[in-house]
Each structure stands twice: as structure tokens, then as C-alpha cells.
T-cell receptor, first 116, second 110 residues
Framework: NAGVTQTPKFRVLKTGQSMTLLCAQD?????MYWYRQDPGMGLRLIHY???????AKGEVPDGYNVSRLKKQNFLLGLESAAPSQTSVYFC???????????????FGPGTRLTVL | TQLLEQSPQFLSIQEGENLTVYCNSS?????LQWYRQEPGEGPVLLVT?????EVKKLKRLTFQFGDARKDSSLHITAAQPGDTGLYLC??????????FGTGTRLQVFP
């Protein structure tokens, strides 16, 4: 099993450009998450999904959109990139029963995005 | 916005030393997890604690959940260079989301 994979691994954008980050998991997990990681701020939740066709806002959703058309994929879109979106983006997944205290989130390797 | 503060933010020690990392919040958690993240990789789960006062040991790592379930600590005995990484606590507030702490970056020198 590949676990959680993310593409691309690195990307440089100019302000105003758009792009889509792809997350794929092969563990048949129901729940998927997008986080951004900035120095000294840990991981902050952008959007998440509790199942195919459903999405919800997290802590810092502005400037991002997501889609979960297939259970195994979760896409994060930036419609008009801004320098404040320079960050490392992580995708994670976990099995159903998200209220289960012992559920482990499995993370991808991250995408490093720079917006000039 | 719920906050999880970790201290210290940075820790640089020699091999063989002991250390403790703290995770604090003003809110009560239903459970708390500790993750470790190495450069260029995503976080990986170390442990989950659920009961107030609970103590779990993972080889040289000891995790404790506060009695009131608002705080947690991670103690490493005789640190080794392989312990180097970013340590993140993450609290669950009876939802399908985790709130991650601010992180503690540990560097252990040989």
C-alpha cells in the first residue's frame, strides 16, 4: 500500500495564478483533511471531508476550495494564489468513526508551495 | 478558536540528556495524540491518551494526560539523535477534527 500520496511535491506560483493539489489514499478511509503548516503554528485545518461528495470548512478556509468526487481522492484548489498562501500543505486521512478517540490520521509527505 | 500551546518551541540537547515537552489548553479534550514529524515527511502517530491521569510508555518516551484532560506532557529519557524531529500534540474535542499544537522542534546532538 502506498498510503497517502500527494502531488506535486514542490510548486512555485506567481501571485494570481491558480493550481490544484491532489491527494490520494489507498486505505479506503472515509475521512480526509487538508492542512497547512507554517513555522511556529503547527498544523492548521483548511478543509475536510467525511465522505465522498461532502466537504466542510476548517479553521483557515479562505482562498481555498476542495472537492471529493471519489472516495480515494481529495483535491485542494487555489483560485488566485497570494504570497500569504506560501506554506507546506499536508493531506491526511482516517477511517470512519471520526469521533473515535483512537483514530489515527495518516499523512502524506506534503507539498511545498511558494507564491511569489 | 481553540488553541494548544506547546513549550518549549525549540530544544537543543546532547545525547543522553532527559527532556520534557508540554502541551496546554484552556479546553477539555476527549483525547489527545502525540505525533512526530521528520524533515520532508508528514507527522506519524506516537500515542493516544484518553483517560485523565493516564500514563503511557513507548520505550524511552513517557506520555502523560493531565487529570483534568486539559494538558499533556512527553518525557524522553536518555535522548538519542534518532529522536530528533518536530513533536506535535493534537487534541480532539468530541468532533471529527483534531486541533494541533504549535509544535516543539527537538535537536539531539551526538
Amino acid at each position: 500500500n502506498a498510503g497517502v500520496t500527494q502531488t506535486p511535491k514542490f510548486r512555485v506560483l506567481k501571485t494570481g495564478q491558480s493550481m490544484t493539489l491532489l491527494c490520494a489514499q489507498d486505505m479506503n478511509h472515509e475521512y480526509m483533511y487538508w492542512y497547512r503548516q507554517d513555522p511556529g503554528m503547527g498544523l492548521r485545518l483548511i478543509h475536510y471531508s467525511v465522505g465522498e461528495g461532502t466537504t466542510a470548512k476548517g479553521e483557515v478556509p479562505d482562498g481555498y476550495n476542495v472537492s471529493r468526487l471519489k472516495k480515494q481522492n481529495f483535491l485542494l484548489g487555489l483560485e488566485s494564489a497570494a504570497p500569504s498562501q506560501t506554506s507546506v500543505y499536508f493531506c491526511a486521512s482516517t477511517r470512519a468513526g471520526g469521533h473515535n478517540s483512537y483514530n489515527e490520521q495518516f499523512f502524506g509527505p506534503g507539498t511545498r508551495l511558494t507564491v511569489l | 478558536t481553540q488553541l494548544l500551546e506547546q513549550s518549549p518551541q525549540f530544544l537543543s540537547i546532547q545525547e543522553g540528556e532527559n527532556l520534557t515537552v508540554y502541551c496546554n489548553s484552556s479546553s477539555v479534550f476527549s483525547s489527545l495524540q502525540w505525533y512526530r514529524q521528520e524533515p520532508g515527511e508528514g507527522p506519524v502517530l506516537l500515542v493516544t491518551v484518553v483517560t485523565g491521569g493516564e500514563v503511557k510508555k513507548l520505550k524511552r518516551l513517557t506520555f502523560q494526560f493531565g487529570d483534568a484532560r486539559k494538558d499533556s506532557s512527553l518525557h524522553i529519557t536518555a535522548a538519542q539523535p534518532g529522536d530528533t524531529g518536530l513533536y506535535l500534540c493534537a487534541g480532539r474535542y468530541n468532533t471529527d477534527k483534531l486541533i494541533f499544537g504549535t509544535g516543539t522542534r527537538l535537536q539531539v546532538f551526538p
